[in-house]
């Protein structure tokens, strides 16, 4: 009776210690439902093969965007897509922007397999390219939907691996019934800017609507008032290239104190708790009509008609943002908002290809436009999002748009980082010179 | 007397009323339209609908995430109680230098920071295709629970007298027989502790679930619960709804288990 | 000859006992700790493909960072307050609770299940009331408050406000096992000798509660000096820096800014500084307890 105990306990312990230890080879492979690419095939070489023999089997693709405050908007494009493909299943997964880049780099840096994921372009693009990560699309069909400008403004290191899906101006909302009663001109310069502002704040309203809790809605400005300072004011288009060599400073870019300025400008003409109310918390504001304007891209839109349909539809208008004083400068900002990237290590490449060259559709782009109420860049797709976004036709159709993200190749985050130290300064912790000397000596530590 | 047990409830009241009011705001918006939270922070919804709950019910996966988070917690705790408790045993009975280098090994495993481990553990879970899997993310959990539970075990043991397991060795028993029979029924008070101490941390860890578990099919209650508020940011009522519905199994637990709960981290802590 | 036999017999079990417990915990802590200790010595920006070795280099940058010193303040700073807040006002309410309170038992699950929650959904749920719902509460008895995690001021004391609401829960029970264990008749007894009910408190309770004491302030340092979730679930370190802790400083340099290399030798200088810390705290409470 004794013995029998001991050697059952024996065995107990020696199944324990096998499942510790040693083995991960009884493991149980990840559910048949999910299909994760990554944990059933291991090997590249098997996988090649069969795969372009099988185009009927049913595949299932992994698609990673950072849309996700749209979630449903994207799904639907993707149902359209399921729908035409009955053998392709697309495991869609939103995440937040905020933590997009840095879950996308665990999994690569894991040898994870993404086989379809969005990216900016620019620096994040760089990034993933100089990985390896990402599939060179140079020279497919699909970039004859869009205008060859467009594509070429998407290359990296002269390559395609980026297909443009989406665009949205950044610009200013404003509320017009506020202009109106105070008798503001839609401000064409950075100084007339400010003087709307004040003159909004002495009324005892709110100027601007900041939203700066977030990181991404300041980060968002700064990466775009400094580029276009720097690039059309102060003429040095290669700044941030050096930046990134340690051929050149913030120090020595006039361009940085006129965006810290305005940076402190606009703060002080904030709403109330600049850094205390994020994103949503301002669209709430703005769609009250207590805030004169608010610096976003078109997203918000479907927000604010869901709260107030009636400052939706003939209350609010669209301006550029003058980051200059000299209004001829003073373009429209137009942005390619995701680009579609292909894993460079996917299983299902003529899937992921088909996915993307269904989002690079005429079919696709309405899609785009019709569910997430953004501009796109396929040619002919429907730009009527709202009513405000029309007040910006004049600039489409001079031609009077620019994208100052094509300034920035930089792959360092330096944005990120001058958030913080501009925040330090919103609070009179660090003087101006203060906050470039920190910068150029945290890219000094961070360039390559 | 009588007026300082008033004036202790009183006090302890507010202090509780201050604990639920996050709760309250909760509650308060899980049940509102957006417009009517949008035109009235505090007002009381005009109706009591459970609309929020069902749309958020269905957009996200809620009883996948609470089976995967059961399960999950169910192997790992179940595992850290099994192998602490017979390694608490050995470390607590054998006074001898080796036994003890393993318990200071154990304790200065506890203060590793888990942001040196997190790239190799991902490294390790893909080579090892544990990702993804119950039992991966739950040999992990064994792991980092053992040191804890080895802790408050050892302890717990060492209190114990020797004296019926000396006598039950006189009588013939061997070791397992001793820890089986003498020794498994004393420690119902510790296992409690490290049940809930362990239960707690690993239904609502979220770091490693962020690194382990990415397809949304093994998703767990916080992961859940993340990805759902990034993509409602916008919504939040339906947000709200969904925090309230991860909020009630944890309320049922606690309060079908506060005995044993309060009980269990009482006598972990006196004894450990 | 049989007696060595019968050793190492009667050891075999007790190695038989330590393996299971051992072998997980070198799987899930020790090679993964060897392995990124490794990481520190190298310039891996956590994505390329090739790791190249490059000796003390980070060590030696971690020491004339600037930005590791401000961290290291502002984790202490965290670290010790949200312990000494939570250790006092647990045994605050631990005192009401064990002496004279009626639904002792309600009040108990109150203090608890804001601990039991998610950090996650705590975060979410302060994030908001700080942003929304706390100014219009305070907008009705005509008071203009921002929230605290928008200034850099007071963004650090907003987490400590949230730590403490959600950590108050286990110490307070420990401290309610401990106050049973004081015997009423010492206490009474002391103060028919003349002591005030304070001075019974700090000659008499006091000292026989000194182990929960001391497991309470080692559980709740520890475990603040690591806190991670909360900050990176509210402020990710912002606004101006004034949140950043060790944790999502670590983190943000191994990923954000791909410098895993540089993140792992960070990492490796806060483990020694816990080491450090648990070392000087077991110390103190082992002399004090000594002592008594």
């Given at each position: 009776?004794?013995?029998?105990?001991?050697?059952?306990?024996?065995?107990?312990?020696?199944?324990?210690?096998?499942?510790?230890?040693?083995?991960?080879?009884?493991?149980?492979?990840?559910?048949?439902?999910?299909?994760?690419?990554?944990?059933?095939?291991?090997?590249?070489?098997?996988?090649?093969?069969?795969?372009?023999?099988?185009?009927?089997?049913p595949?299932?693709?992994?698609?990673?965007?950072?849309?996700?405050?749209?979630?449903?908007?994207?799904?639907?494009?993707?149902?359209?897509?399921?729908?035409a493909?009955?053998?392709?299943?697309?495991?869609?997964?939103?995440?937040?922007?905020?933590?997009?880049?840095?879950?996308?780099?665990?999994?690569?840096?894991?040898?994870?397999?993404?086989?379809?994921?969005?990216?900016?372009?620019?620096?994040?693009?760089?990034?993933?390219?100089?990985?390896?990560?990402?599939?060179?699309?140079?020279?497919?069909?699909?970039?004859?939907?869009f205008?060859?400008?467009?594509?070429?403004?998407?290359?990296?290191?002269?390559?395609?691996?980026?297909?443009?899906?989406?665009?949205?101006?950044?610009?200013?909302?404003?509320?017009?019934?506020?202009?109106?009663?105070?008798?503001?001109?839609?401000?064409?310069?950075?100084?007339?800017?400010?003087?709307?502002?004040?003159?909004?704040?002495?009324?005892?309203?709110?100027?601007?609507?900041?939203?700066?809790?977030?990181?991404?809605?300041?980060?968002?400005?700064?990466?775009?008032?400094?580029?276009?300072?720097?690039?059309?004011?102060?003429?040095?288009?290669?700044?941030?290239?050096?930046?990134?060599?340690?051929?050149?400073?913030?120090?020595?870019?006039?361009?940085?104190?006129?965006?810290?300025?305005?940076?402190?400008?606009?703060?002080?003409?904030?709403?109330?708790?600049?850094?205390?109310?994020?994103?949503?918390?301002?669209?709430?504001l703005?769609?009250?009509?207590?805030?004169?304007?608010?610096?976003?891209?078109?997203?918000?839109?479907?927000?604010?008609?869901?709260?107030?349909?009636?400052?939706?539809?003939?209350?609010?208008?669209?301006f550029?943002?003058?980051?200059?004083?000299?209004?001829?400068?003073?373009?429209?900002?137009?942005?390619?908002?995701?680009?579609?990237?292909?894993?460079?290590?996917?299983?299902?490449?003529?899937?992921?290809?088909?996915?993307?060259?269904?989002?690079?559709?005429?079919?696709?782009?309405?899609?785009?436009?019709?569910?997430?109420?953004?501009?796109?860049?396929?040619?002919?797709?429907?730009?009527?999002?709202?009513?405000?976004?029309?007040?910006?036709?004049?600039?489409?159709?001079?031609?009077?748009?620019?994208?100052?993200?094509?300034?920035?190749?930089?792959?360092?985050?330096?944005?990120?980082?001058?958030?913080?130290?501009?925040?330090?300064?919103?609070?009179?912790?660090?003087?101006?010179?203060?906050?470039?000397?920190?910068?150029?000596?945290?890219?000094?530590?961070?360039?390559? | 007397?009588?007026?300082?047990?008033?004036?202790?409830?009183?006090?302890?009241?507010?202090?509780?009323?201050?604990?639920?009011?996050?709760?309250?705001?909760?509650?308060?918006?899980?049940?509102?339209?957006?417009?009517?939270?949008?035109?009235?922070?505090?007002?009381?919804?005009?109706?009591?609908?459970?609309?929020?709950?069902s749309?958020?019910?269905?957009?996200?996966?809620?009883?996948?995430?609470?089976?995967?988070?059961?399960?999950?917690?169910?192997?790992?705790?179940?595992?850290?109680?099994f192998?602490?408790?017979?390694?608490?045993?050995?470390?607590?009975?054998?006074?001898?230098?080796f036994?003890?280098?393993?318990?200071?090994?154990?304790?200065?495993?506890?203060?590793?920071p888990?942001?040196?481990?997190?790239?190799?553990?991902?490294?390790?879970?893909?080579?090892?295709?544990?990702?993804?899997?119950?039992?991966?993310?739950?040999?992990?959990?064994?792991?980092?629970?053992?040191?804890?539970?080895?802790?408050?075990?050892?302890g717990?043991?060492?209190?114990?007298?020797?004296?019926?397991?000396?006598?039950?060795?006189?009588?013939?028993?061997?070791?397992?027989?001793?820890?089986?029979?003498?020794?498994?029924?004393?420690?119902?008070?510790?296992?409690?502790?490290?049940?809930?101490?362990?239960?707690?941390?690993?239904?609502?860890?979220?770091l490693?679930?962020?690194?382990?578990?990415?397809?949304?099919?093994?998703?767990?209650?916080?992961?859940?619960?993340?990805?759902?508020?990034?993509?409602?940011s916008?919504?939040?009522?339906?947000?709200?709804?969904?925090?309230?519905?991860?909020?009630?199994?944890?309320?049922?637990?606690?309060?079908?288990?506060q005995?044993?709960?309060?009980?269990?981290?009482?006598?972990?802590?006196?004894?450990? | 000859?049989?007696?060595?036999?019968?050793?190492?017999?009667?050891?075999?079990?007790?190695?038989?006992?330590?393996?299971?417990g051992?072998?997980?915990?070198?799987?899930?802590?020790?090679?993964?700790?060897?392995?990124?200790?490794?990481?520190?010595?190298?310039?891996?920006?956590?994505?390329?493909?090739?790791?190249?070795?490059?000796?003390?280099?980070n060590?030696?940058?971690?020491?004339?960072?600037?930005?590791?010193?401000?961290?290291?303040?502002?984790?202490?700073?965290?670290?010790?307050?949200?312990?000494?807040?939570?250790?006092?006002?647990?045994?605050?309410?631990?005192?009401?609770?064990?002496?004279?309170?009626?639904?002792?038992?309600?009040?108990?699950?109150?203090?608890?299940?804001?601990?039991?929650?998610?950090?996650?959904?705590?975060?979410?749920?302060?994030?908001?009331?700080?942003?929304?719902?706390?100014?219009?509460?305070?907008?009705?008895?005509?008071?203009?408050?921002?929230?605290?995690?928008?200034d850099?001021?007071?963004?650090?004391?907003g987490?400590?406000?949230?730590?403490?609401?959600?950590?108050?829960?286990?110490?307070?029970?420990?401290?309610?096992?401990?106050?049973?264990?004081?015997?009423?008749?010492?206490?009474?007894?002391?103060?028919?000798?003349?002591a005030?009910?304070?001075?019974?408190?700090?000659?008499?309770?006091?000292?026989?509660?000194?182990?929960?004491?001391?497991?309470?302030?080692?559980?709740?340092?520890?475990?603040?000096?690591?806190?991670?979730d909360?900050?990176?679930?509210?402020?990710?370190?912002?606004?101006?820096?004034?949140?950043?802790?060790?944790?999502?400083?670590?983190?943000?340099?191994?990923?954000a800014?791909?410098?895993?290399?540089?993140?792992?030798?960070?990492?490796?200088?806060?483990?020694?500084?816990?080491?450090?810390?648990?070392?000087?705290?077991?110390?103190?409470?082992?002399?004090?307890?000594?002592?008594?």
């Amino acid at each position: 009776m004794k013995k029998s105990l001991a050697l059952g306990l024996c065995a107990l312990l020696m199944t324990l210690l096998l499942a510790a230890c040693g083995g991960n080879n009884n493991e149980p492979q990840s559910s048949p439902a999910s299909s994760d690419p990554a944990a059933s095939a291991p090997a590249e070489s098997s996988a090649a093969p069969t795969e372009s023999a099988a185009e009927e089997k049913p595949v299932t693709i992994s698609f990673m965007h950072f849309k996700s405050d749209v979630t449903d908007g994207v799904q639907k494009i993707v149902d359209q897509f399921e729908e035409a493909n009955p053998n392709i299943t697309v495991d869609v997964q939103p995440v937040k922007y905020d933590d997009y880049y840095t879950l996308l780099k665990t999994k690569m840096a894991g040898g994870d397999v993404v086989d379809v994921f969005t990216l900016n372009n620019g620096a994040q693009t760089k990034l993933f390219v100089d990985g390896g990560y990402v599939e060179d699309l140079t020279g497919q069909p699909l970039f004859e939907n869009f205008d060859p400008s467009v594509v070429k403004a998407q290359e990296t290191d002269g390559k395609n691996y980026i297909v443009p899906v989406n665009a949205t101006p950044i610009a200013v909302f404003y509320n017009k019934k506020i202009f109106s009663d105070l008798g503001i001109a839609i401000p064409r310069t950075y100084d007339e800017l400010i003087a709307a502002g004040k003159k909004i704040k002495e009324a005892g309203k709110t100027p601007f609507a900041l939203g700066w809790k977030d990181g991404w809605t300041l980060g968002m400005w700064i990466g775009r008032d400094l580029p276009s300072n720097t690039a059309l004011v102060e003429n040095q288009p290669d700044f941030f290239a050096q930046l990134e060599t340690g051929a050149a400073k913030f120090a020595d870019n006039p361009a940085t104190r006129t965006m810290i300025q305005h940076a402190k400008q606009i703060f002080d003409l904030g709403n109330k708790d600049q850094l205390g109310v994020d994103y949503n918390g301002v669209v709430d504001l703005f769609a009250k009509g207590d805030v004169g304007m608010m610096y976003m891209g078109t997203w918000p839109l479907a927000d604010i008609q869901k709260k107030n349909p009636e400052l939706y539809e003939t209350g609010i208008g669209y301006f550029p943002y003058p980051f200059s004083n000299d209004a001829s400068l003073n373009k429209l900002e137009f942005n390619p908002d995701a680009s579609l990237a292909v894993g460079s290590n996917s299983k299902n490449k003529e899937a992921a290809l088909k996915f993307v060259a269904f989002m690079a559709s005429k079919e696709g782009g309405d899609s785009w436009v019709k569910n997430i109420n953004s501009l796109s860049y396929v040619k002919g797709a429907s730009a009527d999002i709202a009513p405000a976004v029309t007040e910006l036709q004049p600039y489409f159709d001079n031609g009077e748009v620019y994208d100052s993200q094509v300034y920035i190749k930089s792959t360092i985050d330096w944005q990120n980082q001058f958030v913080q130290n501009l925040q330090k300064l919103f609070f009179n912790k660090a003087t101006e010179d203060e906050v470039i000397a920190t910068m150029d000596d945290w890219v000094s530590k961070n360039h390559k | 007397m009588k007026k300082g047990q008033i004036a202790a409830f009183a006090i302890i009241s507010v202090i509780a009323l201050i604990f639920l009011f996050p709760f309250y705001v909760a509650v308060l918006m899980a049940f509102k339209t957006p417009k009517e939270t949008f035109d009235s922070f505090y007002a009381l919804p005009s109706s009591i609908s459970f609309e929020n709950f069902s749309l958020s019910w269905k957009a996200s996966n809620y009883l996948s995430a609470i089976t995967n988070s059961l399960i999950i917690t169910a192997i790992s705790t179940t595992l850290i109680v099994f192998v602490s408790a017979l390694a608490g045993y050995s470390i607590a009975r054998r006074n001898k230098p080796f036994y003890n280098f393993v318990f200071i090994v154990f304790l200065a495993g506890l203060v590793v920071p888990f942001q040196i481990t997190m790239l190799p553990l991902y490294k390790m879970g893909k080579e090892l295709s544990m990702l993804n899997s119950h039992w991966g993310i739950a040999l992990i959990y064994g792991g980092f629970g053992v040191q804890m539970g080895v802790l408050f075990y050892a302890g717990f043991i060492r209190a114990i007298s020797k004296e019926i397991e000396e006598a039950a060795r006189i009588d013939g028993c061997s070791t397992p027989g001793i820890f089986i029979r003498i020794i498994i029924p004393l420690l119902k008070p510790v296992t409690a502790t490290v049940i809930v101490l362990n239960a707690l941390y690993i239904w609502n860890d979220f770091l490693l679930p962020l690194l382990y578990l990415q397809d949304k099919f093994y998703r767990t209650i916080p992961l859940q619960q993340y990805f759902f508020f990034g993509q409602y940011s916008s919504d939040l009522n339906l947000a709200f709804a969904y925090a309230v519905m991860g909020i009630i199994p944890v309320v049922g637990f606690f309060l079908l288990m506060q005995k044993y709960i309060i009980k269990g981290i009482a006598a972990g802590a006196i004894k450990g | 000859m049989g007696n060595i036999k019968r050793l190492i017999r009667g050891e075999m079990w007790y190695i038989l006992f330590l393996l299971p417990g051992l072998c997980l915990f070198i799987f899930a802590v020790l090679v993964p700790l060897i392995m990124g200790a490794r990481y520190s010595f190298t310039n891996w920006d956590g994505l390329s493909r090739t790791v190249h070795y490059n000796g003390w280099d980070n060590y030696v940058r971690a020491f004339s960072d600037s930005d590791l010193w401000i961290v290291l303040a502002n984790t202490f700073k965290y670290a010790f307050i949200v312990t000494l807040l939570v250790n006092f006002i647990a045994l605050l309410l631990a005192l009401f609770l064990d002496s004279y309170v009626k639904f002792k038992n309600g009040f108990r699950a109150i203090f608890f299940l804001s601990g039991a929650i998610s950090t996650v959904l705590s975060g979410f749920i302060w994030k908001y009331n700080y942003a929304i719902g706390f100014p219009s509460l305070f907008k009705m008895f005509g008071l203009d408050v921002n929230s605290p995690l928008g200034d850099p001021n007071y963004a650090l004391f907003g987490l400590i406000l949230i730590a403490v609401w959600q950590g108050i829960g286990a110490p307070m029970i420990i401290y309610i096992a401990g106050l049973q264990g004081v015997s009423g008749e010492l206490v009474e007894s002391a103060k028919i000798d003349g002591a005030s009910t304070v001075q019974s408190f700090f000659h008499i309770t006091l000292p026989l509660i000194a182990p929960s004491i001391t497991i309470n302030i080692l559980l709740v340092l520890t475990g603040s000096l690591k806190v991670f979730d909360l900050v990176y679930v509210t402020t990710q370190g912002g606004p101006a820096f004034s949140t950043e802790v060790i944790s999502t400083f670590i983190y943000k340099n191994s990923f954000a800014n791909f410098q895993a290399g540089y993140g792992t030798a960070l990492s490796i200088i806060f483990f020694l500084i816990l080491v450090l810390v648990t070392i000087v705290q077991i110390s103190i409470f082992r002399r004090r307890e000594v002592e008594m």
